[in-house]
Every structure is written in structure tokens, then in C-alpha cells.
């Protein structure tokens, strides 16, 4: 039992950090939340011997990429996170749990940017939020899979 609770506490806290996160950056201004990104682009611009002053269009094009990027990242880590725990916590369909719950998170951090000056809510970014938890599951699926396999193999 205590093995369990330590399981899912561990999850908890990734699926917390996750969060805390992703509110952290929705919280930020329009103005903030692009400088943090202009920042990024730069650097991967200049990684890749790119002139940002020579094409603008490479600038908004890594911008928007980079964005993309940092959405379906934090929510596949958060879809890892909730999949431990749901596992833990809900006997049957954790997945389906774990998914939907990460969907619901997606929508509420959208919602919130609506409030937040120079940001605005995208049916799109929820999609790919959620298409993070999706993969994030399928993930952390795979590795219970390989795990029960590798435990079912050495007890023949």
C-alpha cells in the first residue's frame, strides 16, 4: 500500500508541476508570453546560422513553431503525469481519465488566457494540448506495457 500512495504522489507532483506551469506562462501579458518566445526564436536562428533581420517570415514562422512546440511538450509530460496517477487512483479506463482530464485542463488554461491583456483563446492550442495528454498517455502506456511483459518473461 505504501508503495501506492508513493507511486501516486510522485505522479501528482509531475501532474502539479505541470500545471503550476502552464498557469505560470498564461498568467504572463501578451507582451511577456511573445518576448519569452521572440527570445527562443533567436537563439534557434542563430543556431542555425539564420539572419533574423533577412527574413521576417523565418522569424514568425519559428515563432509560431516554437509555440506549437512548448504546447504539445508541457502536455504530453502533464498526459505522463496524469496517467501514473489515474492509474493509481481509477481501476478501470485511467487512460480515458487521465485524456479527458487533461482536455478539461487544455480548455481552463485557454479560458483563462482570455483574461489576461494581449492574450486570446484558441480552439486550436486545446487541440494540440490535448493531442499532447494523448501521447503523453500513450507513453506512459508503452512503459507499463514493456514492464508487465519484462515481469510476465521472467516468471516463465
Known amino acids: 500500500m505504501k508503495h501506492k500512495k508513493r507511486i501516486a504522489i510522485t505522479f501528482l507532483i509531475v501532474a502539479a508541476g505541470c ?19 521572440y527570445d527562443i526564436v533567436l537563439h534557434i536562428l542563430k543556431w542555425l546560422s539564420i539572419d533574423p533581420d533577412e527574413t521576417i517570415t523565418a522569424m514568425n514562422l519559428c515563432d509560431f513553431v516554437v509555440r506549437k512546440i512548448a504546447h504539445f511538450t508541457e502536455y504530453t509530460v502533464l498526459g505522463i503525469g496524469l496517467c501514473g496517477l489515474m492509474r493509481v487512483l481509477v481501476k478501470r479506463y485511467w487512460g480515458i481519465a487521465a485524456i479527458v482530464l487533461g482536455a478539461v485542463l487544455a480548455s481552463l488554461d485557454e479560458f483563462h488566457q482570455l483574461f489576461i491583456p494581449g492574450r486570446s483563446a484558441m ?9 499532447g495528454v494523448v501521447v503523453g498517455s500513450i507513453i506512459f502506456t508503452l512503459i507499463i506495457l514493456l514492464q508487465e511483459k519484462k515481469r510476465w518473461n521472467s516468471k516463465k
Open 123 to 131: 480552439v486550436s492550442d486545446v487541440v494540440i494540448d490535448t493531442c
Open 19 to 37: 500545471v503550476l506551469g502552464m498557469f505560470y506562462f498564461s498568467n504572463q501579458n501578451g507582451d511577456t508570453s511573445h518576448g519569452l518566445s
